[in-house]
């Protein structure tokens, strides 16, 4: 039974919200809470959802949503990754308006190639063809394994996938929420901000416009990151359309957070000697099958100029992130020569063979989409 006194409080948040009025970080924290723990009406819960949406949120309330999804998810996921150097979370908000193949899930491959410990976190396609989730379960990875398996298989071959709405995730109230939405909310802005391992202080996380950049990599230095980077790729075609990756298309703005200073500067791709591509040599296929098939011919060394190079540069910049190369350049030689030589299929067998639980039938999986790439 719900408290009247508690249900007219929790009303009283959402009707400030409808007027336009912000919330203070701790009443955006605590409303939240009590939606992951199911104590509102579900009426209630999906309207502050929405109310907050949709008046624009404040950097106190992104910061509010975030503690709220740290204290549910650590409660429940929580673990050290506990690699012999510090390991990279990387993940893209989504609900970008340029949709590709999968970029991040294609970069976090090939950066655990190359040396990088790569905790990849990732959901269901929401507002595209297919998410991090959807990319990882067609090439064979599990993504119901559990939090010890994945963040074993990060320190022990490098990579490792946790699901957003996979078997981990589960036990909290993120899941019951999450696996009902198919819009972008501020959990999707929040959520990829929160710690995802007890040991997490270095995080990637693309944004679906640039005028999140700067506002996530200060919910990150407020959280205590030690460091982020945080791209919006643009498109000289559509100005008004963005990826949250680096882009080879057009500009990207990035903002860096490093020993608690945050820097903003632009990328072109002709700053790493890239030639500009077109949408429609990079644009999301019709089905999430079709789409993994050529996320994985690049990762074969078999795709197309222009995916090699949109998947290649995102995974030069967290090799210079993480401080495995000089400069972006060097970067993408690595990168390429990841995926050339064959490491990057490798490296996902090899993860297919720590998180799985029955790793013979994901490695059939992916053996039979390799026949067909």
């Excluded at 924290?29 to 992951?36: E, G, K, T, V």
């Excluded at 949120?57 to 990754?81: K, M, Q, R, Y």
């Excluded at 559509?238 to 903003?264: H, K, N, W, Y």
Aim: glycine share 10%.
């Amino acid at each position: 039974m719900i408290d009247e006194q508690a249900l007219r409080q929790f009303g009283g948040l959402i009707v400030r919200l409808q007027e336009r009025k912000d919330l203070s970080r701790e009443e955006a924290r605590d409303a939240y809470l009590q939606i992951w723990r199911n104590q509102q009406p579900e009426l209630q819960q999906g309207a502050f959802i929405s109310a907050l949406r949709a008046k624009g949120e404040t950097l106190p309330e992104i910061l509010g949503v975030t503690e709220s999804h740290n204290l549910e998810w650590l409660a429940h996921c929580g673990g050290e990754v506990g690699a012999p150097e510090p390991h990279l979370g990387l993940l893209g908000v989504g609900m970008d308006s340029l949709k590709t193949i999968n970029v991040t899930s294609g970069a976090a491959i090939v950066l655990a190639a190359a040396g990088v410990y790569v905790h990849k976190v990732g959901a269901p396609g929401m507002t595209g063809v297919s998410g991090s989730h959807d990319a990882f379960a067609i090439l064979g990875v599990d993504p119901d394994a559990s939090v010890a398996n994945t963040l074993r298989s990060v320190r022990e071959c490098r990579l490792g996938f946790t699901s957003g709405v996979g078997h981990a995730a589960r036990g909290t109230g993120m899941f019951r929420v999450l696996s009902q939405m198919r819009c972008g909310t501020t959990v999707h802005i929040a959520g990829p901000l929160g710690f995802h391992s007890r040991d997490e202080r270095r995080k990637m996380i693309g944004v679906p416009h640039p005028a999140q950049v700067p506002l996530v990599a200060e919910v990150m230095r407020q959280m205590g990151y030690e460091r982020g980077l945080v791209p919006c790729g643009s498109s000289d075609e559509s100005p008004d359309r963005f990826m949250d990756e680096f882009s080879t298309l057009g500009t990207t703005r990035v903002a860096e957070l490093r020993d608690g200073q945050i820097r903003e500067y632009e990328f072109k791709p002709e700053d790493a000697g890239l030639e500009r591509a077109r949408y429609a040599d990079v644009a999301a296929a019709a089905s999430p099958e079709d789409n993994v098939l050529r996320l994985l011919r690049v990762l074969s060394g078999k795709g197309t100029p222009a995916l090699e190079d949109l998947v290649c540069l995102n995974a030069a910049f967290g090799l210079l992130f993480m401080d495995k190369v000089r400069d972006v350049r060097q970067g993408l030689d690595v990168a390429r020569k990841a995926v050339r030589s064959g490491a990057a299929v490798e490296q996902l067998k090899a993860t297919i063979r720590s998180q799985n639980q029955d790793a013979s039938a994901g490695l059939r999986q992916l053996e039979g989409l390799l026949a067909r790439a």
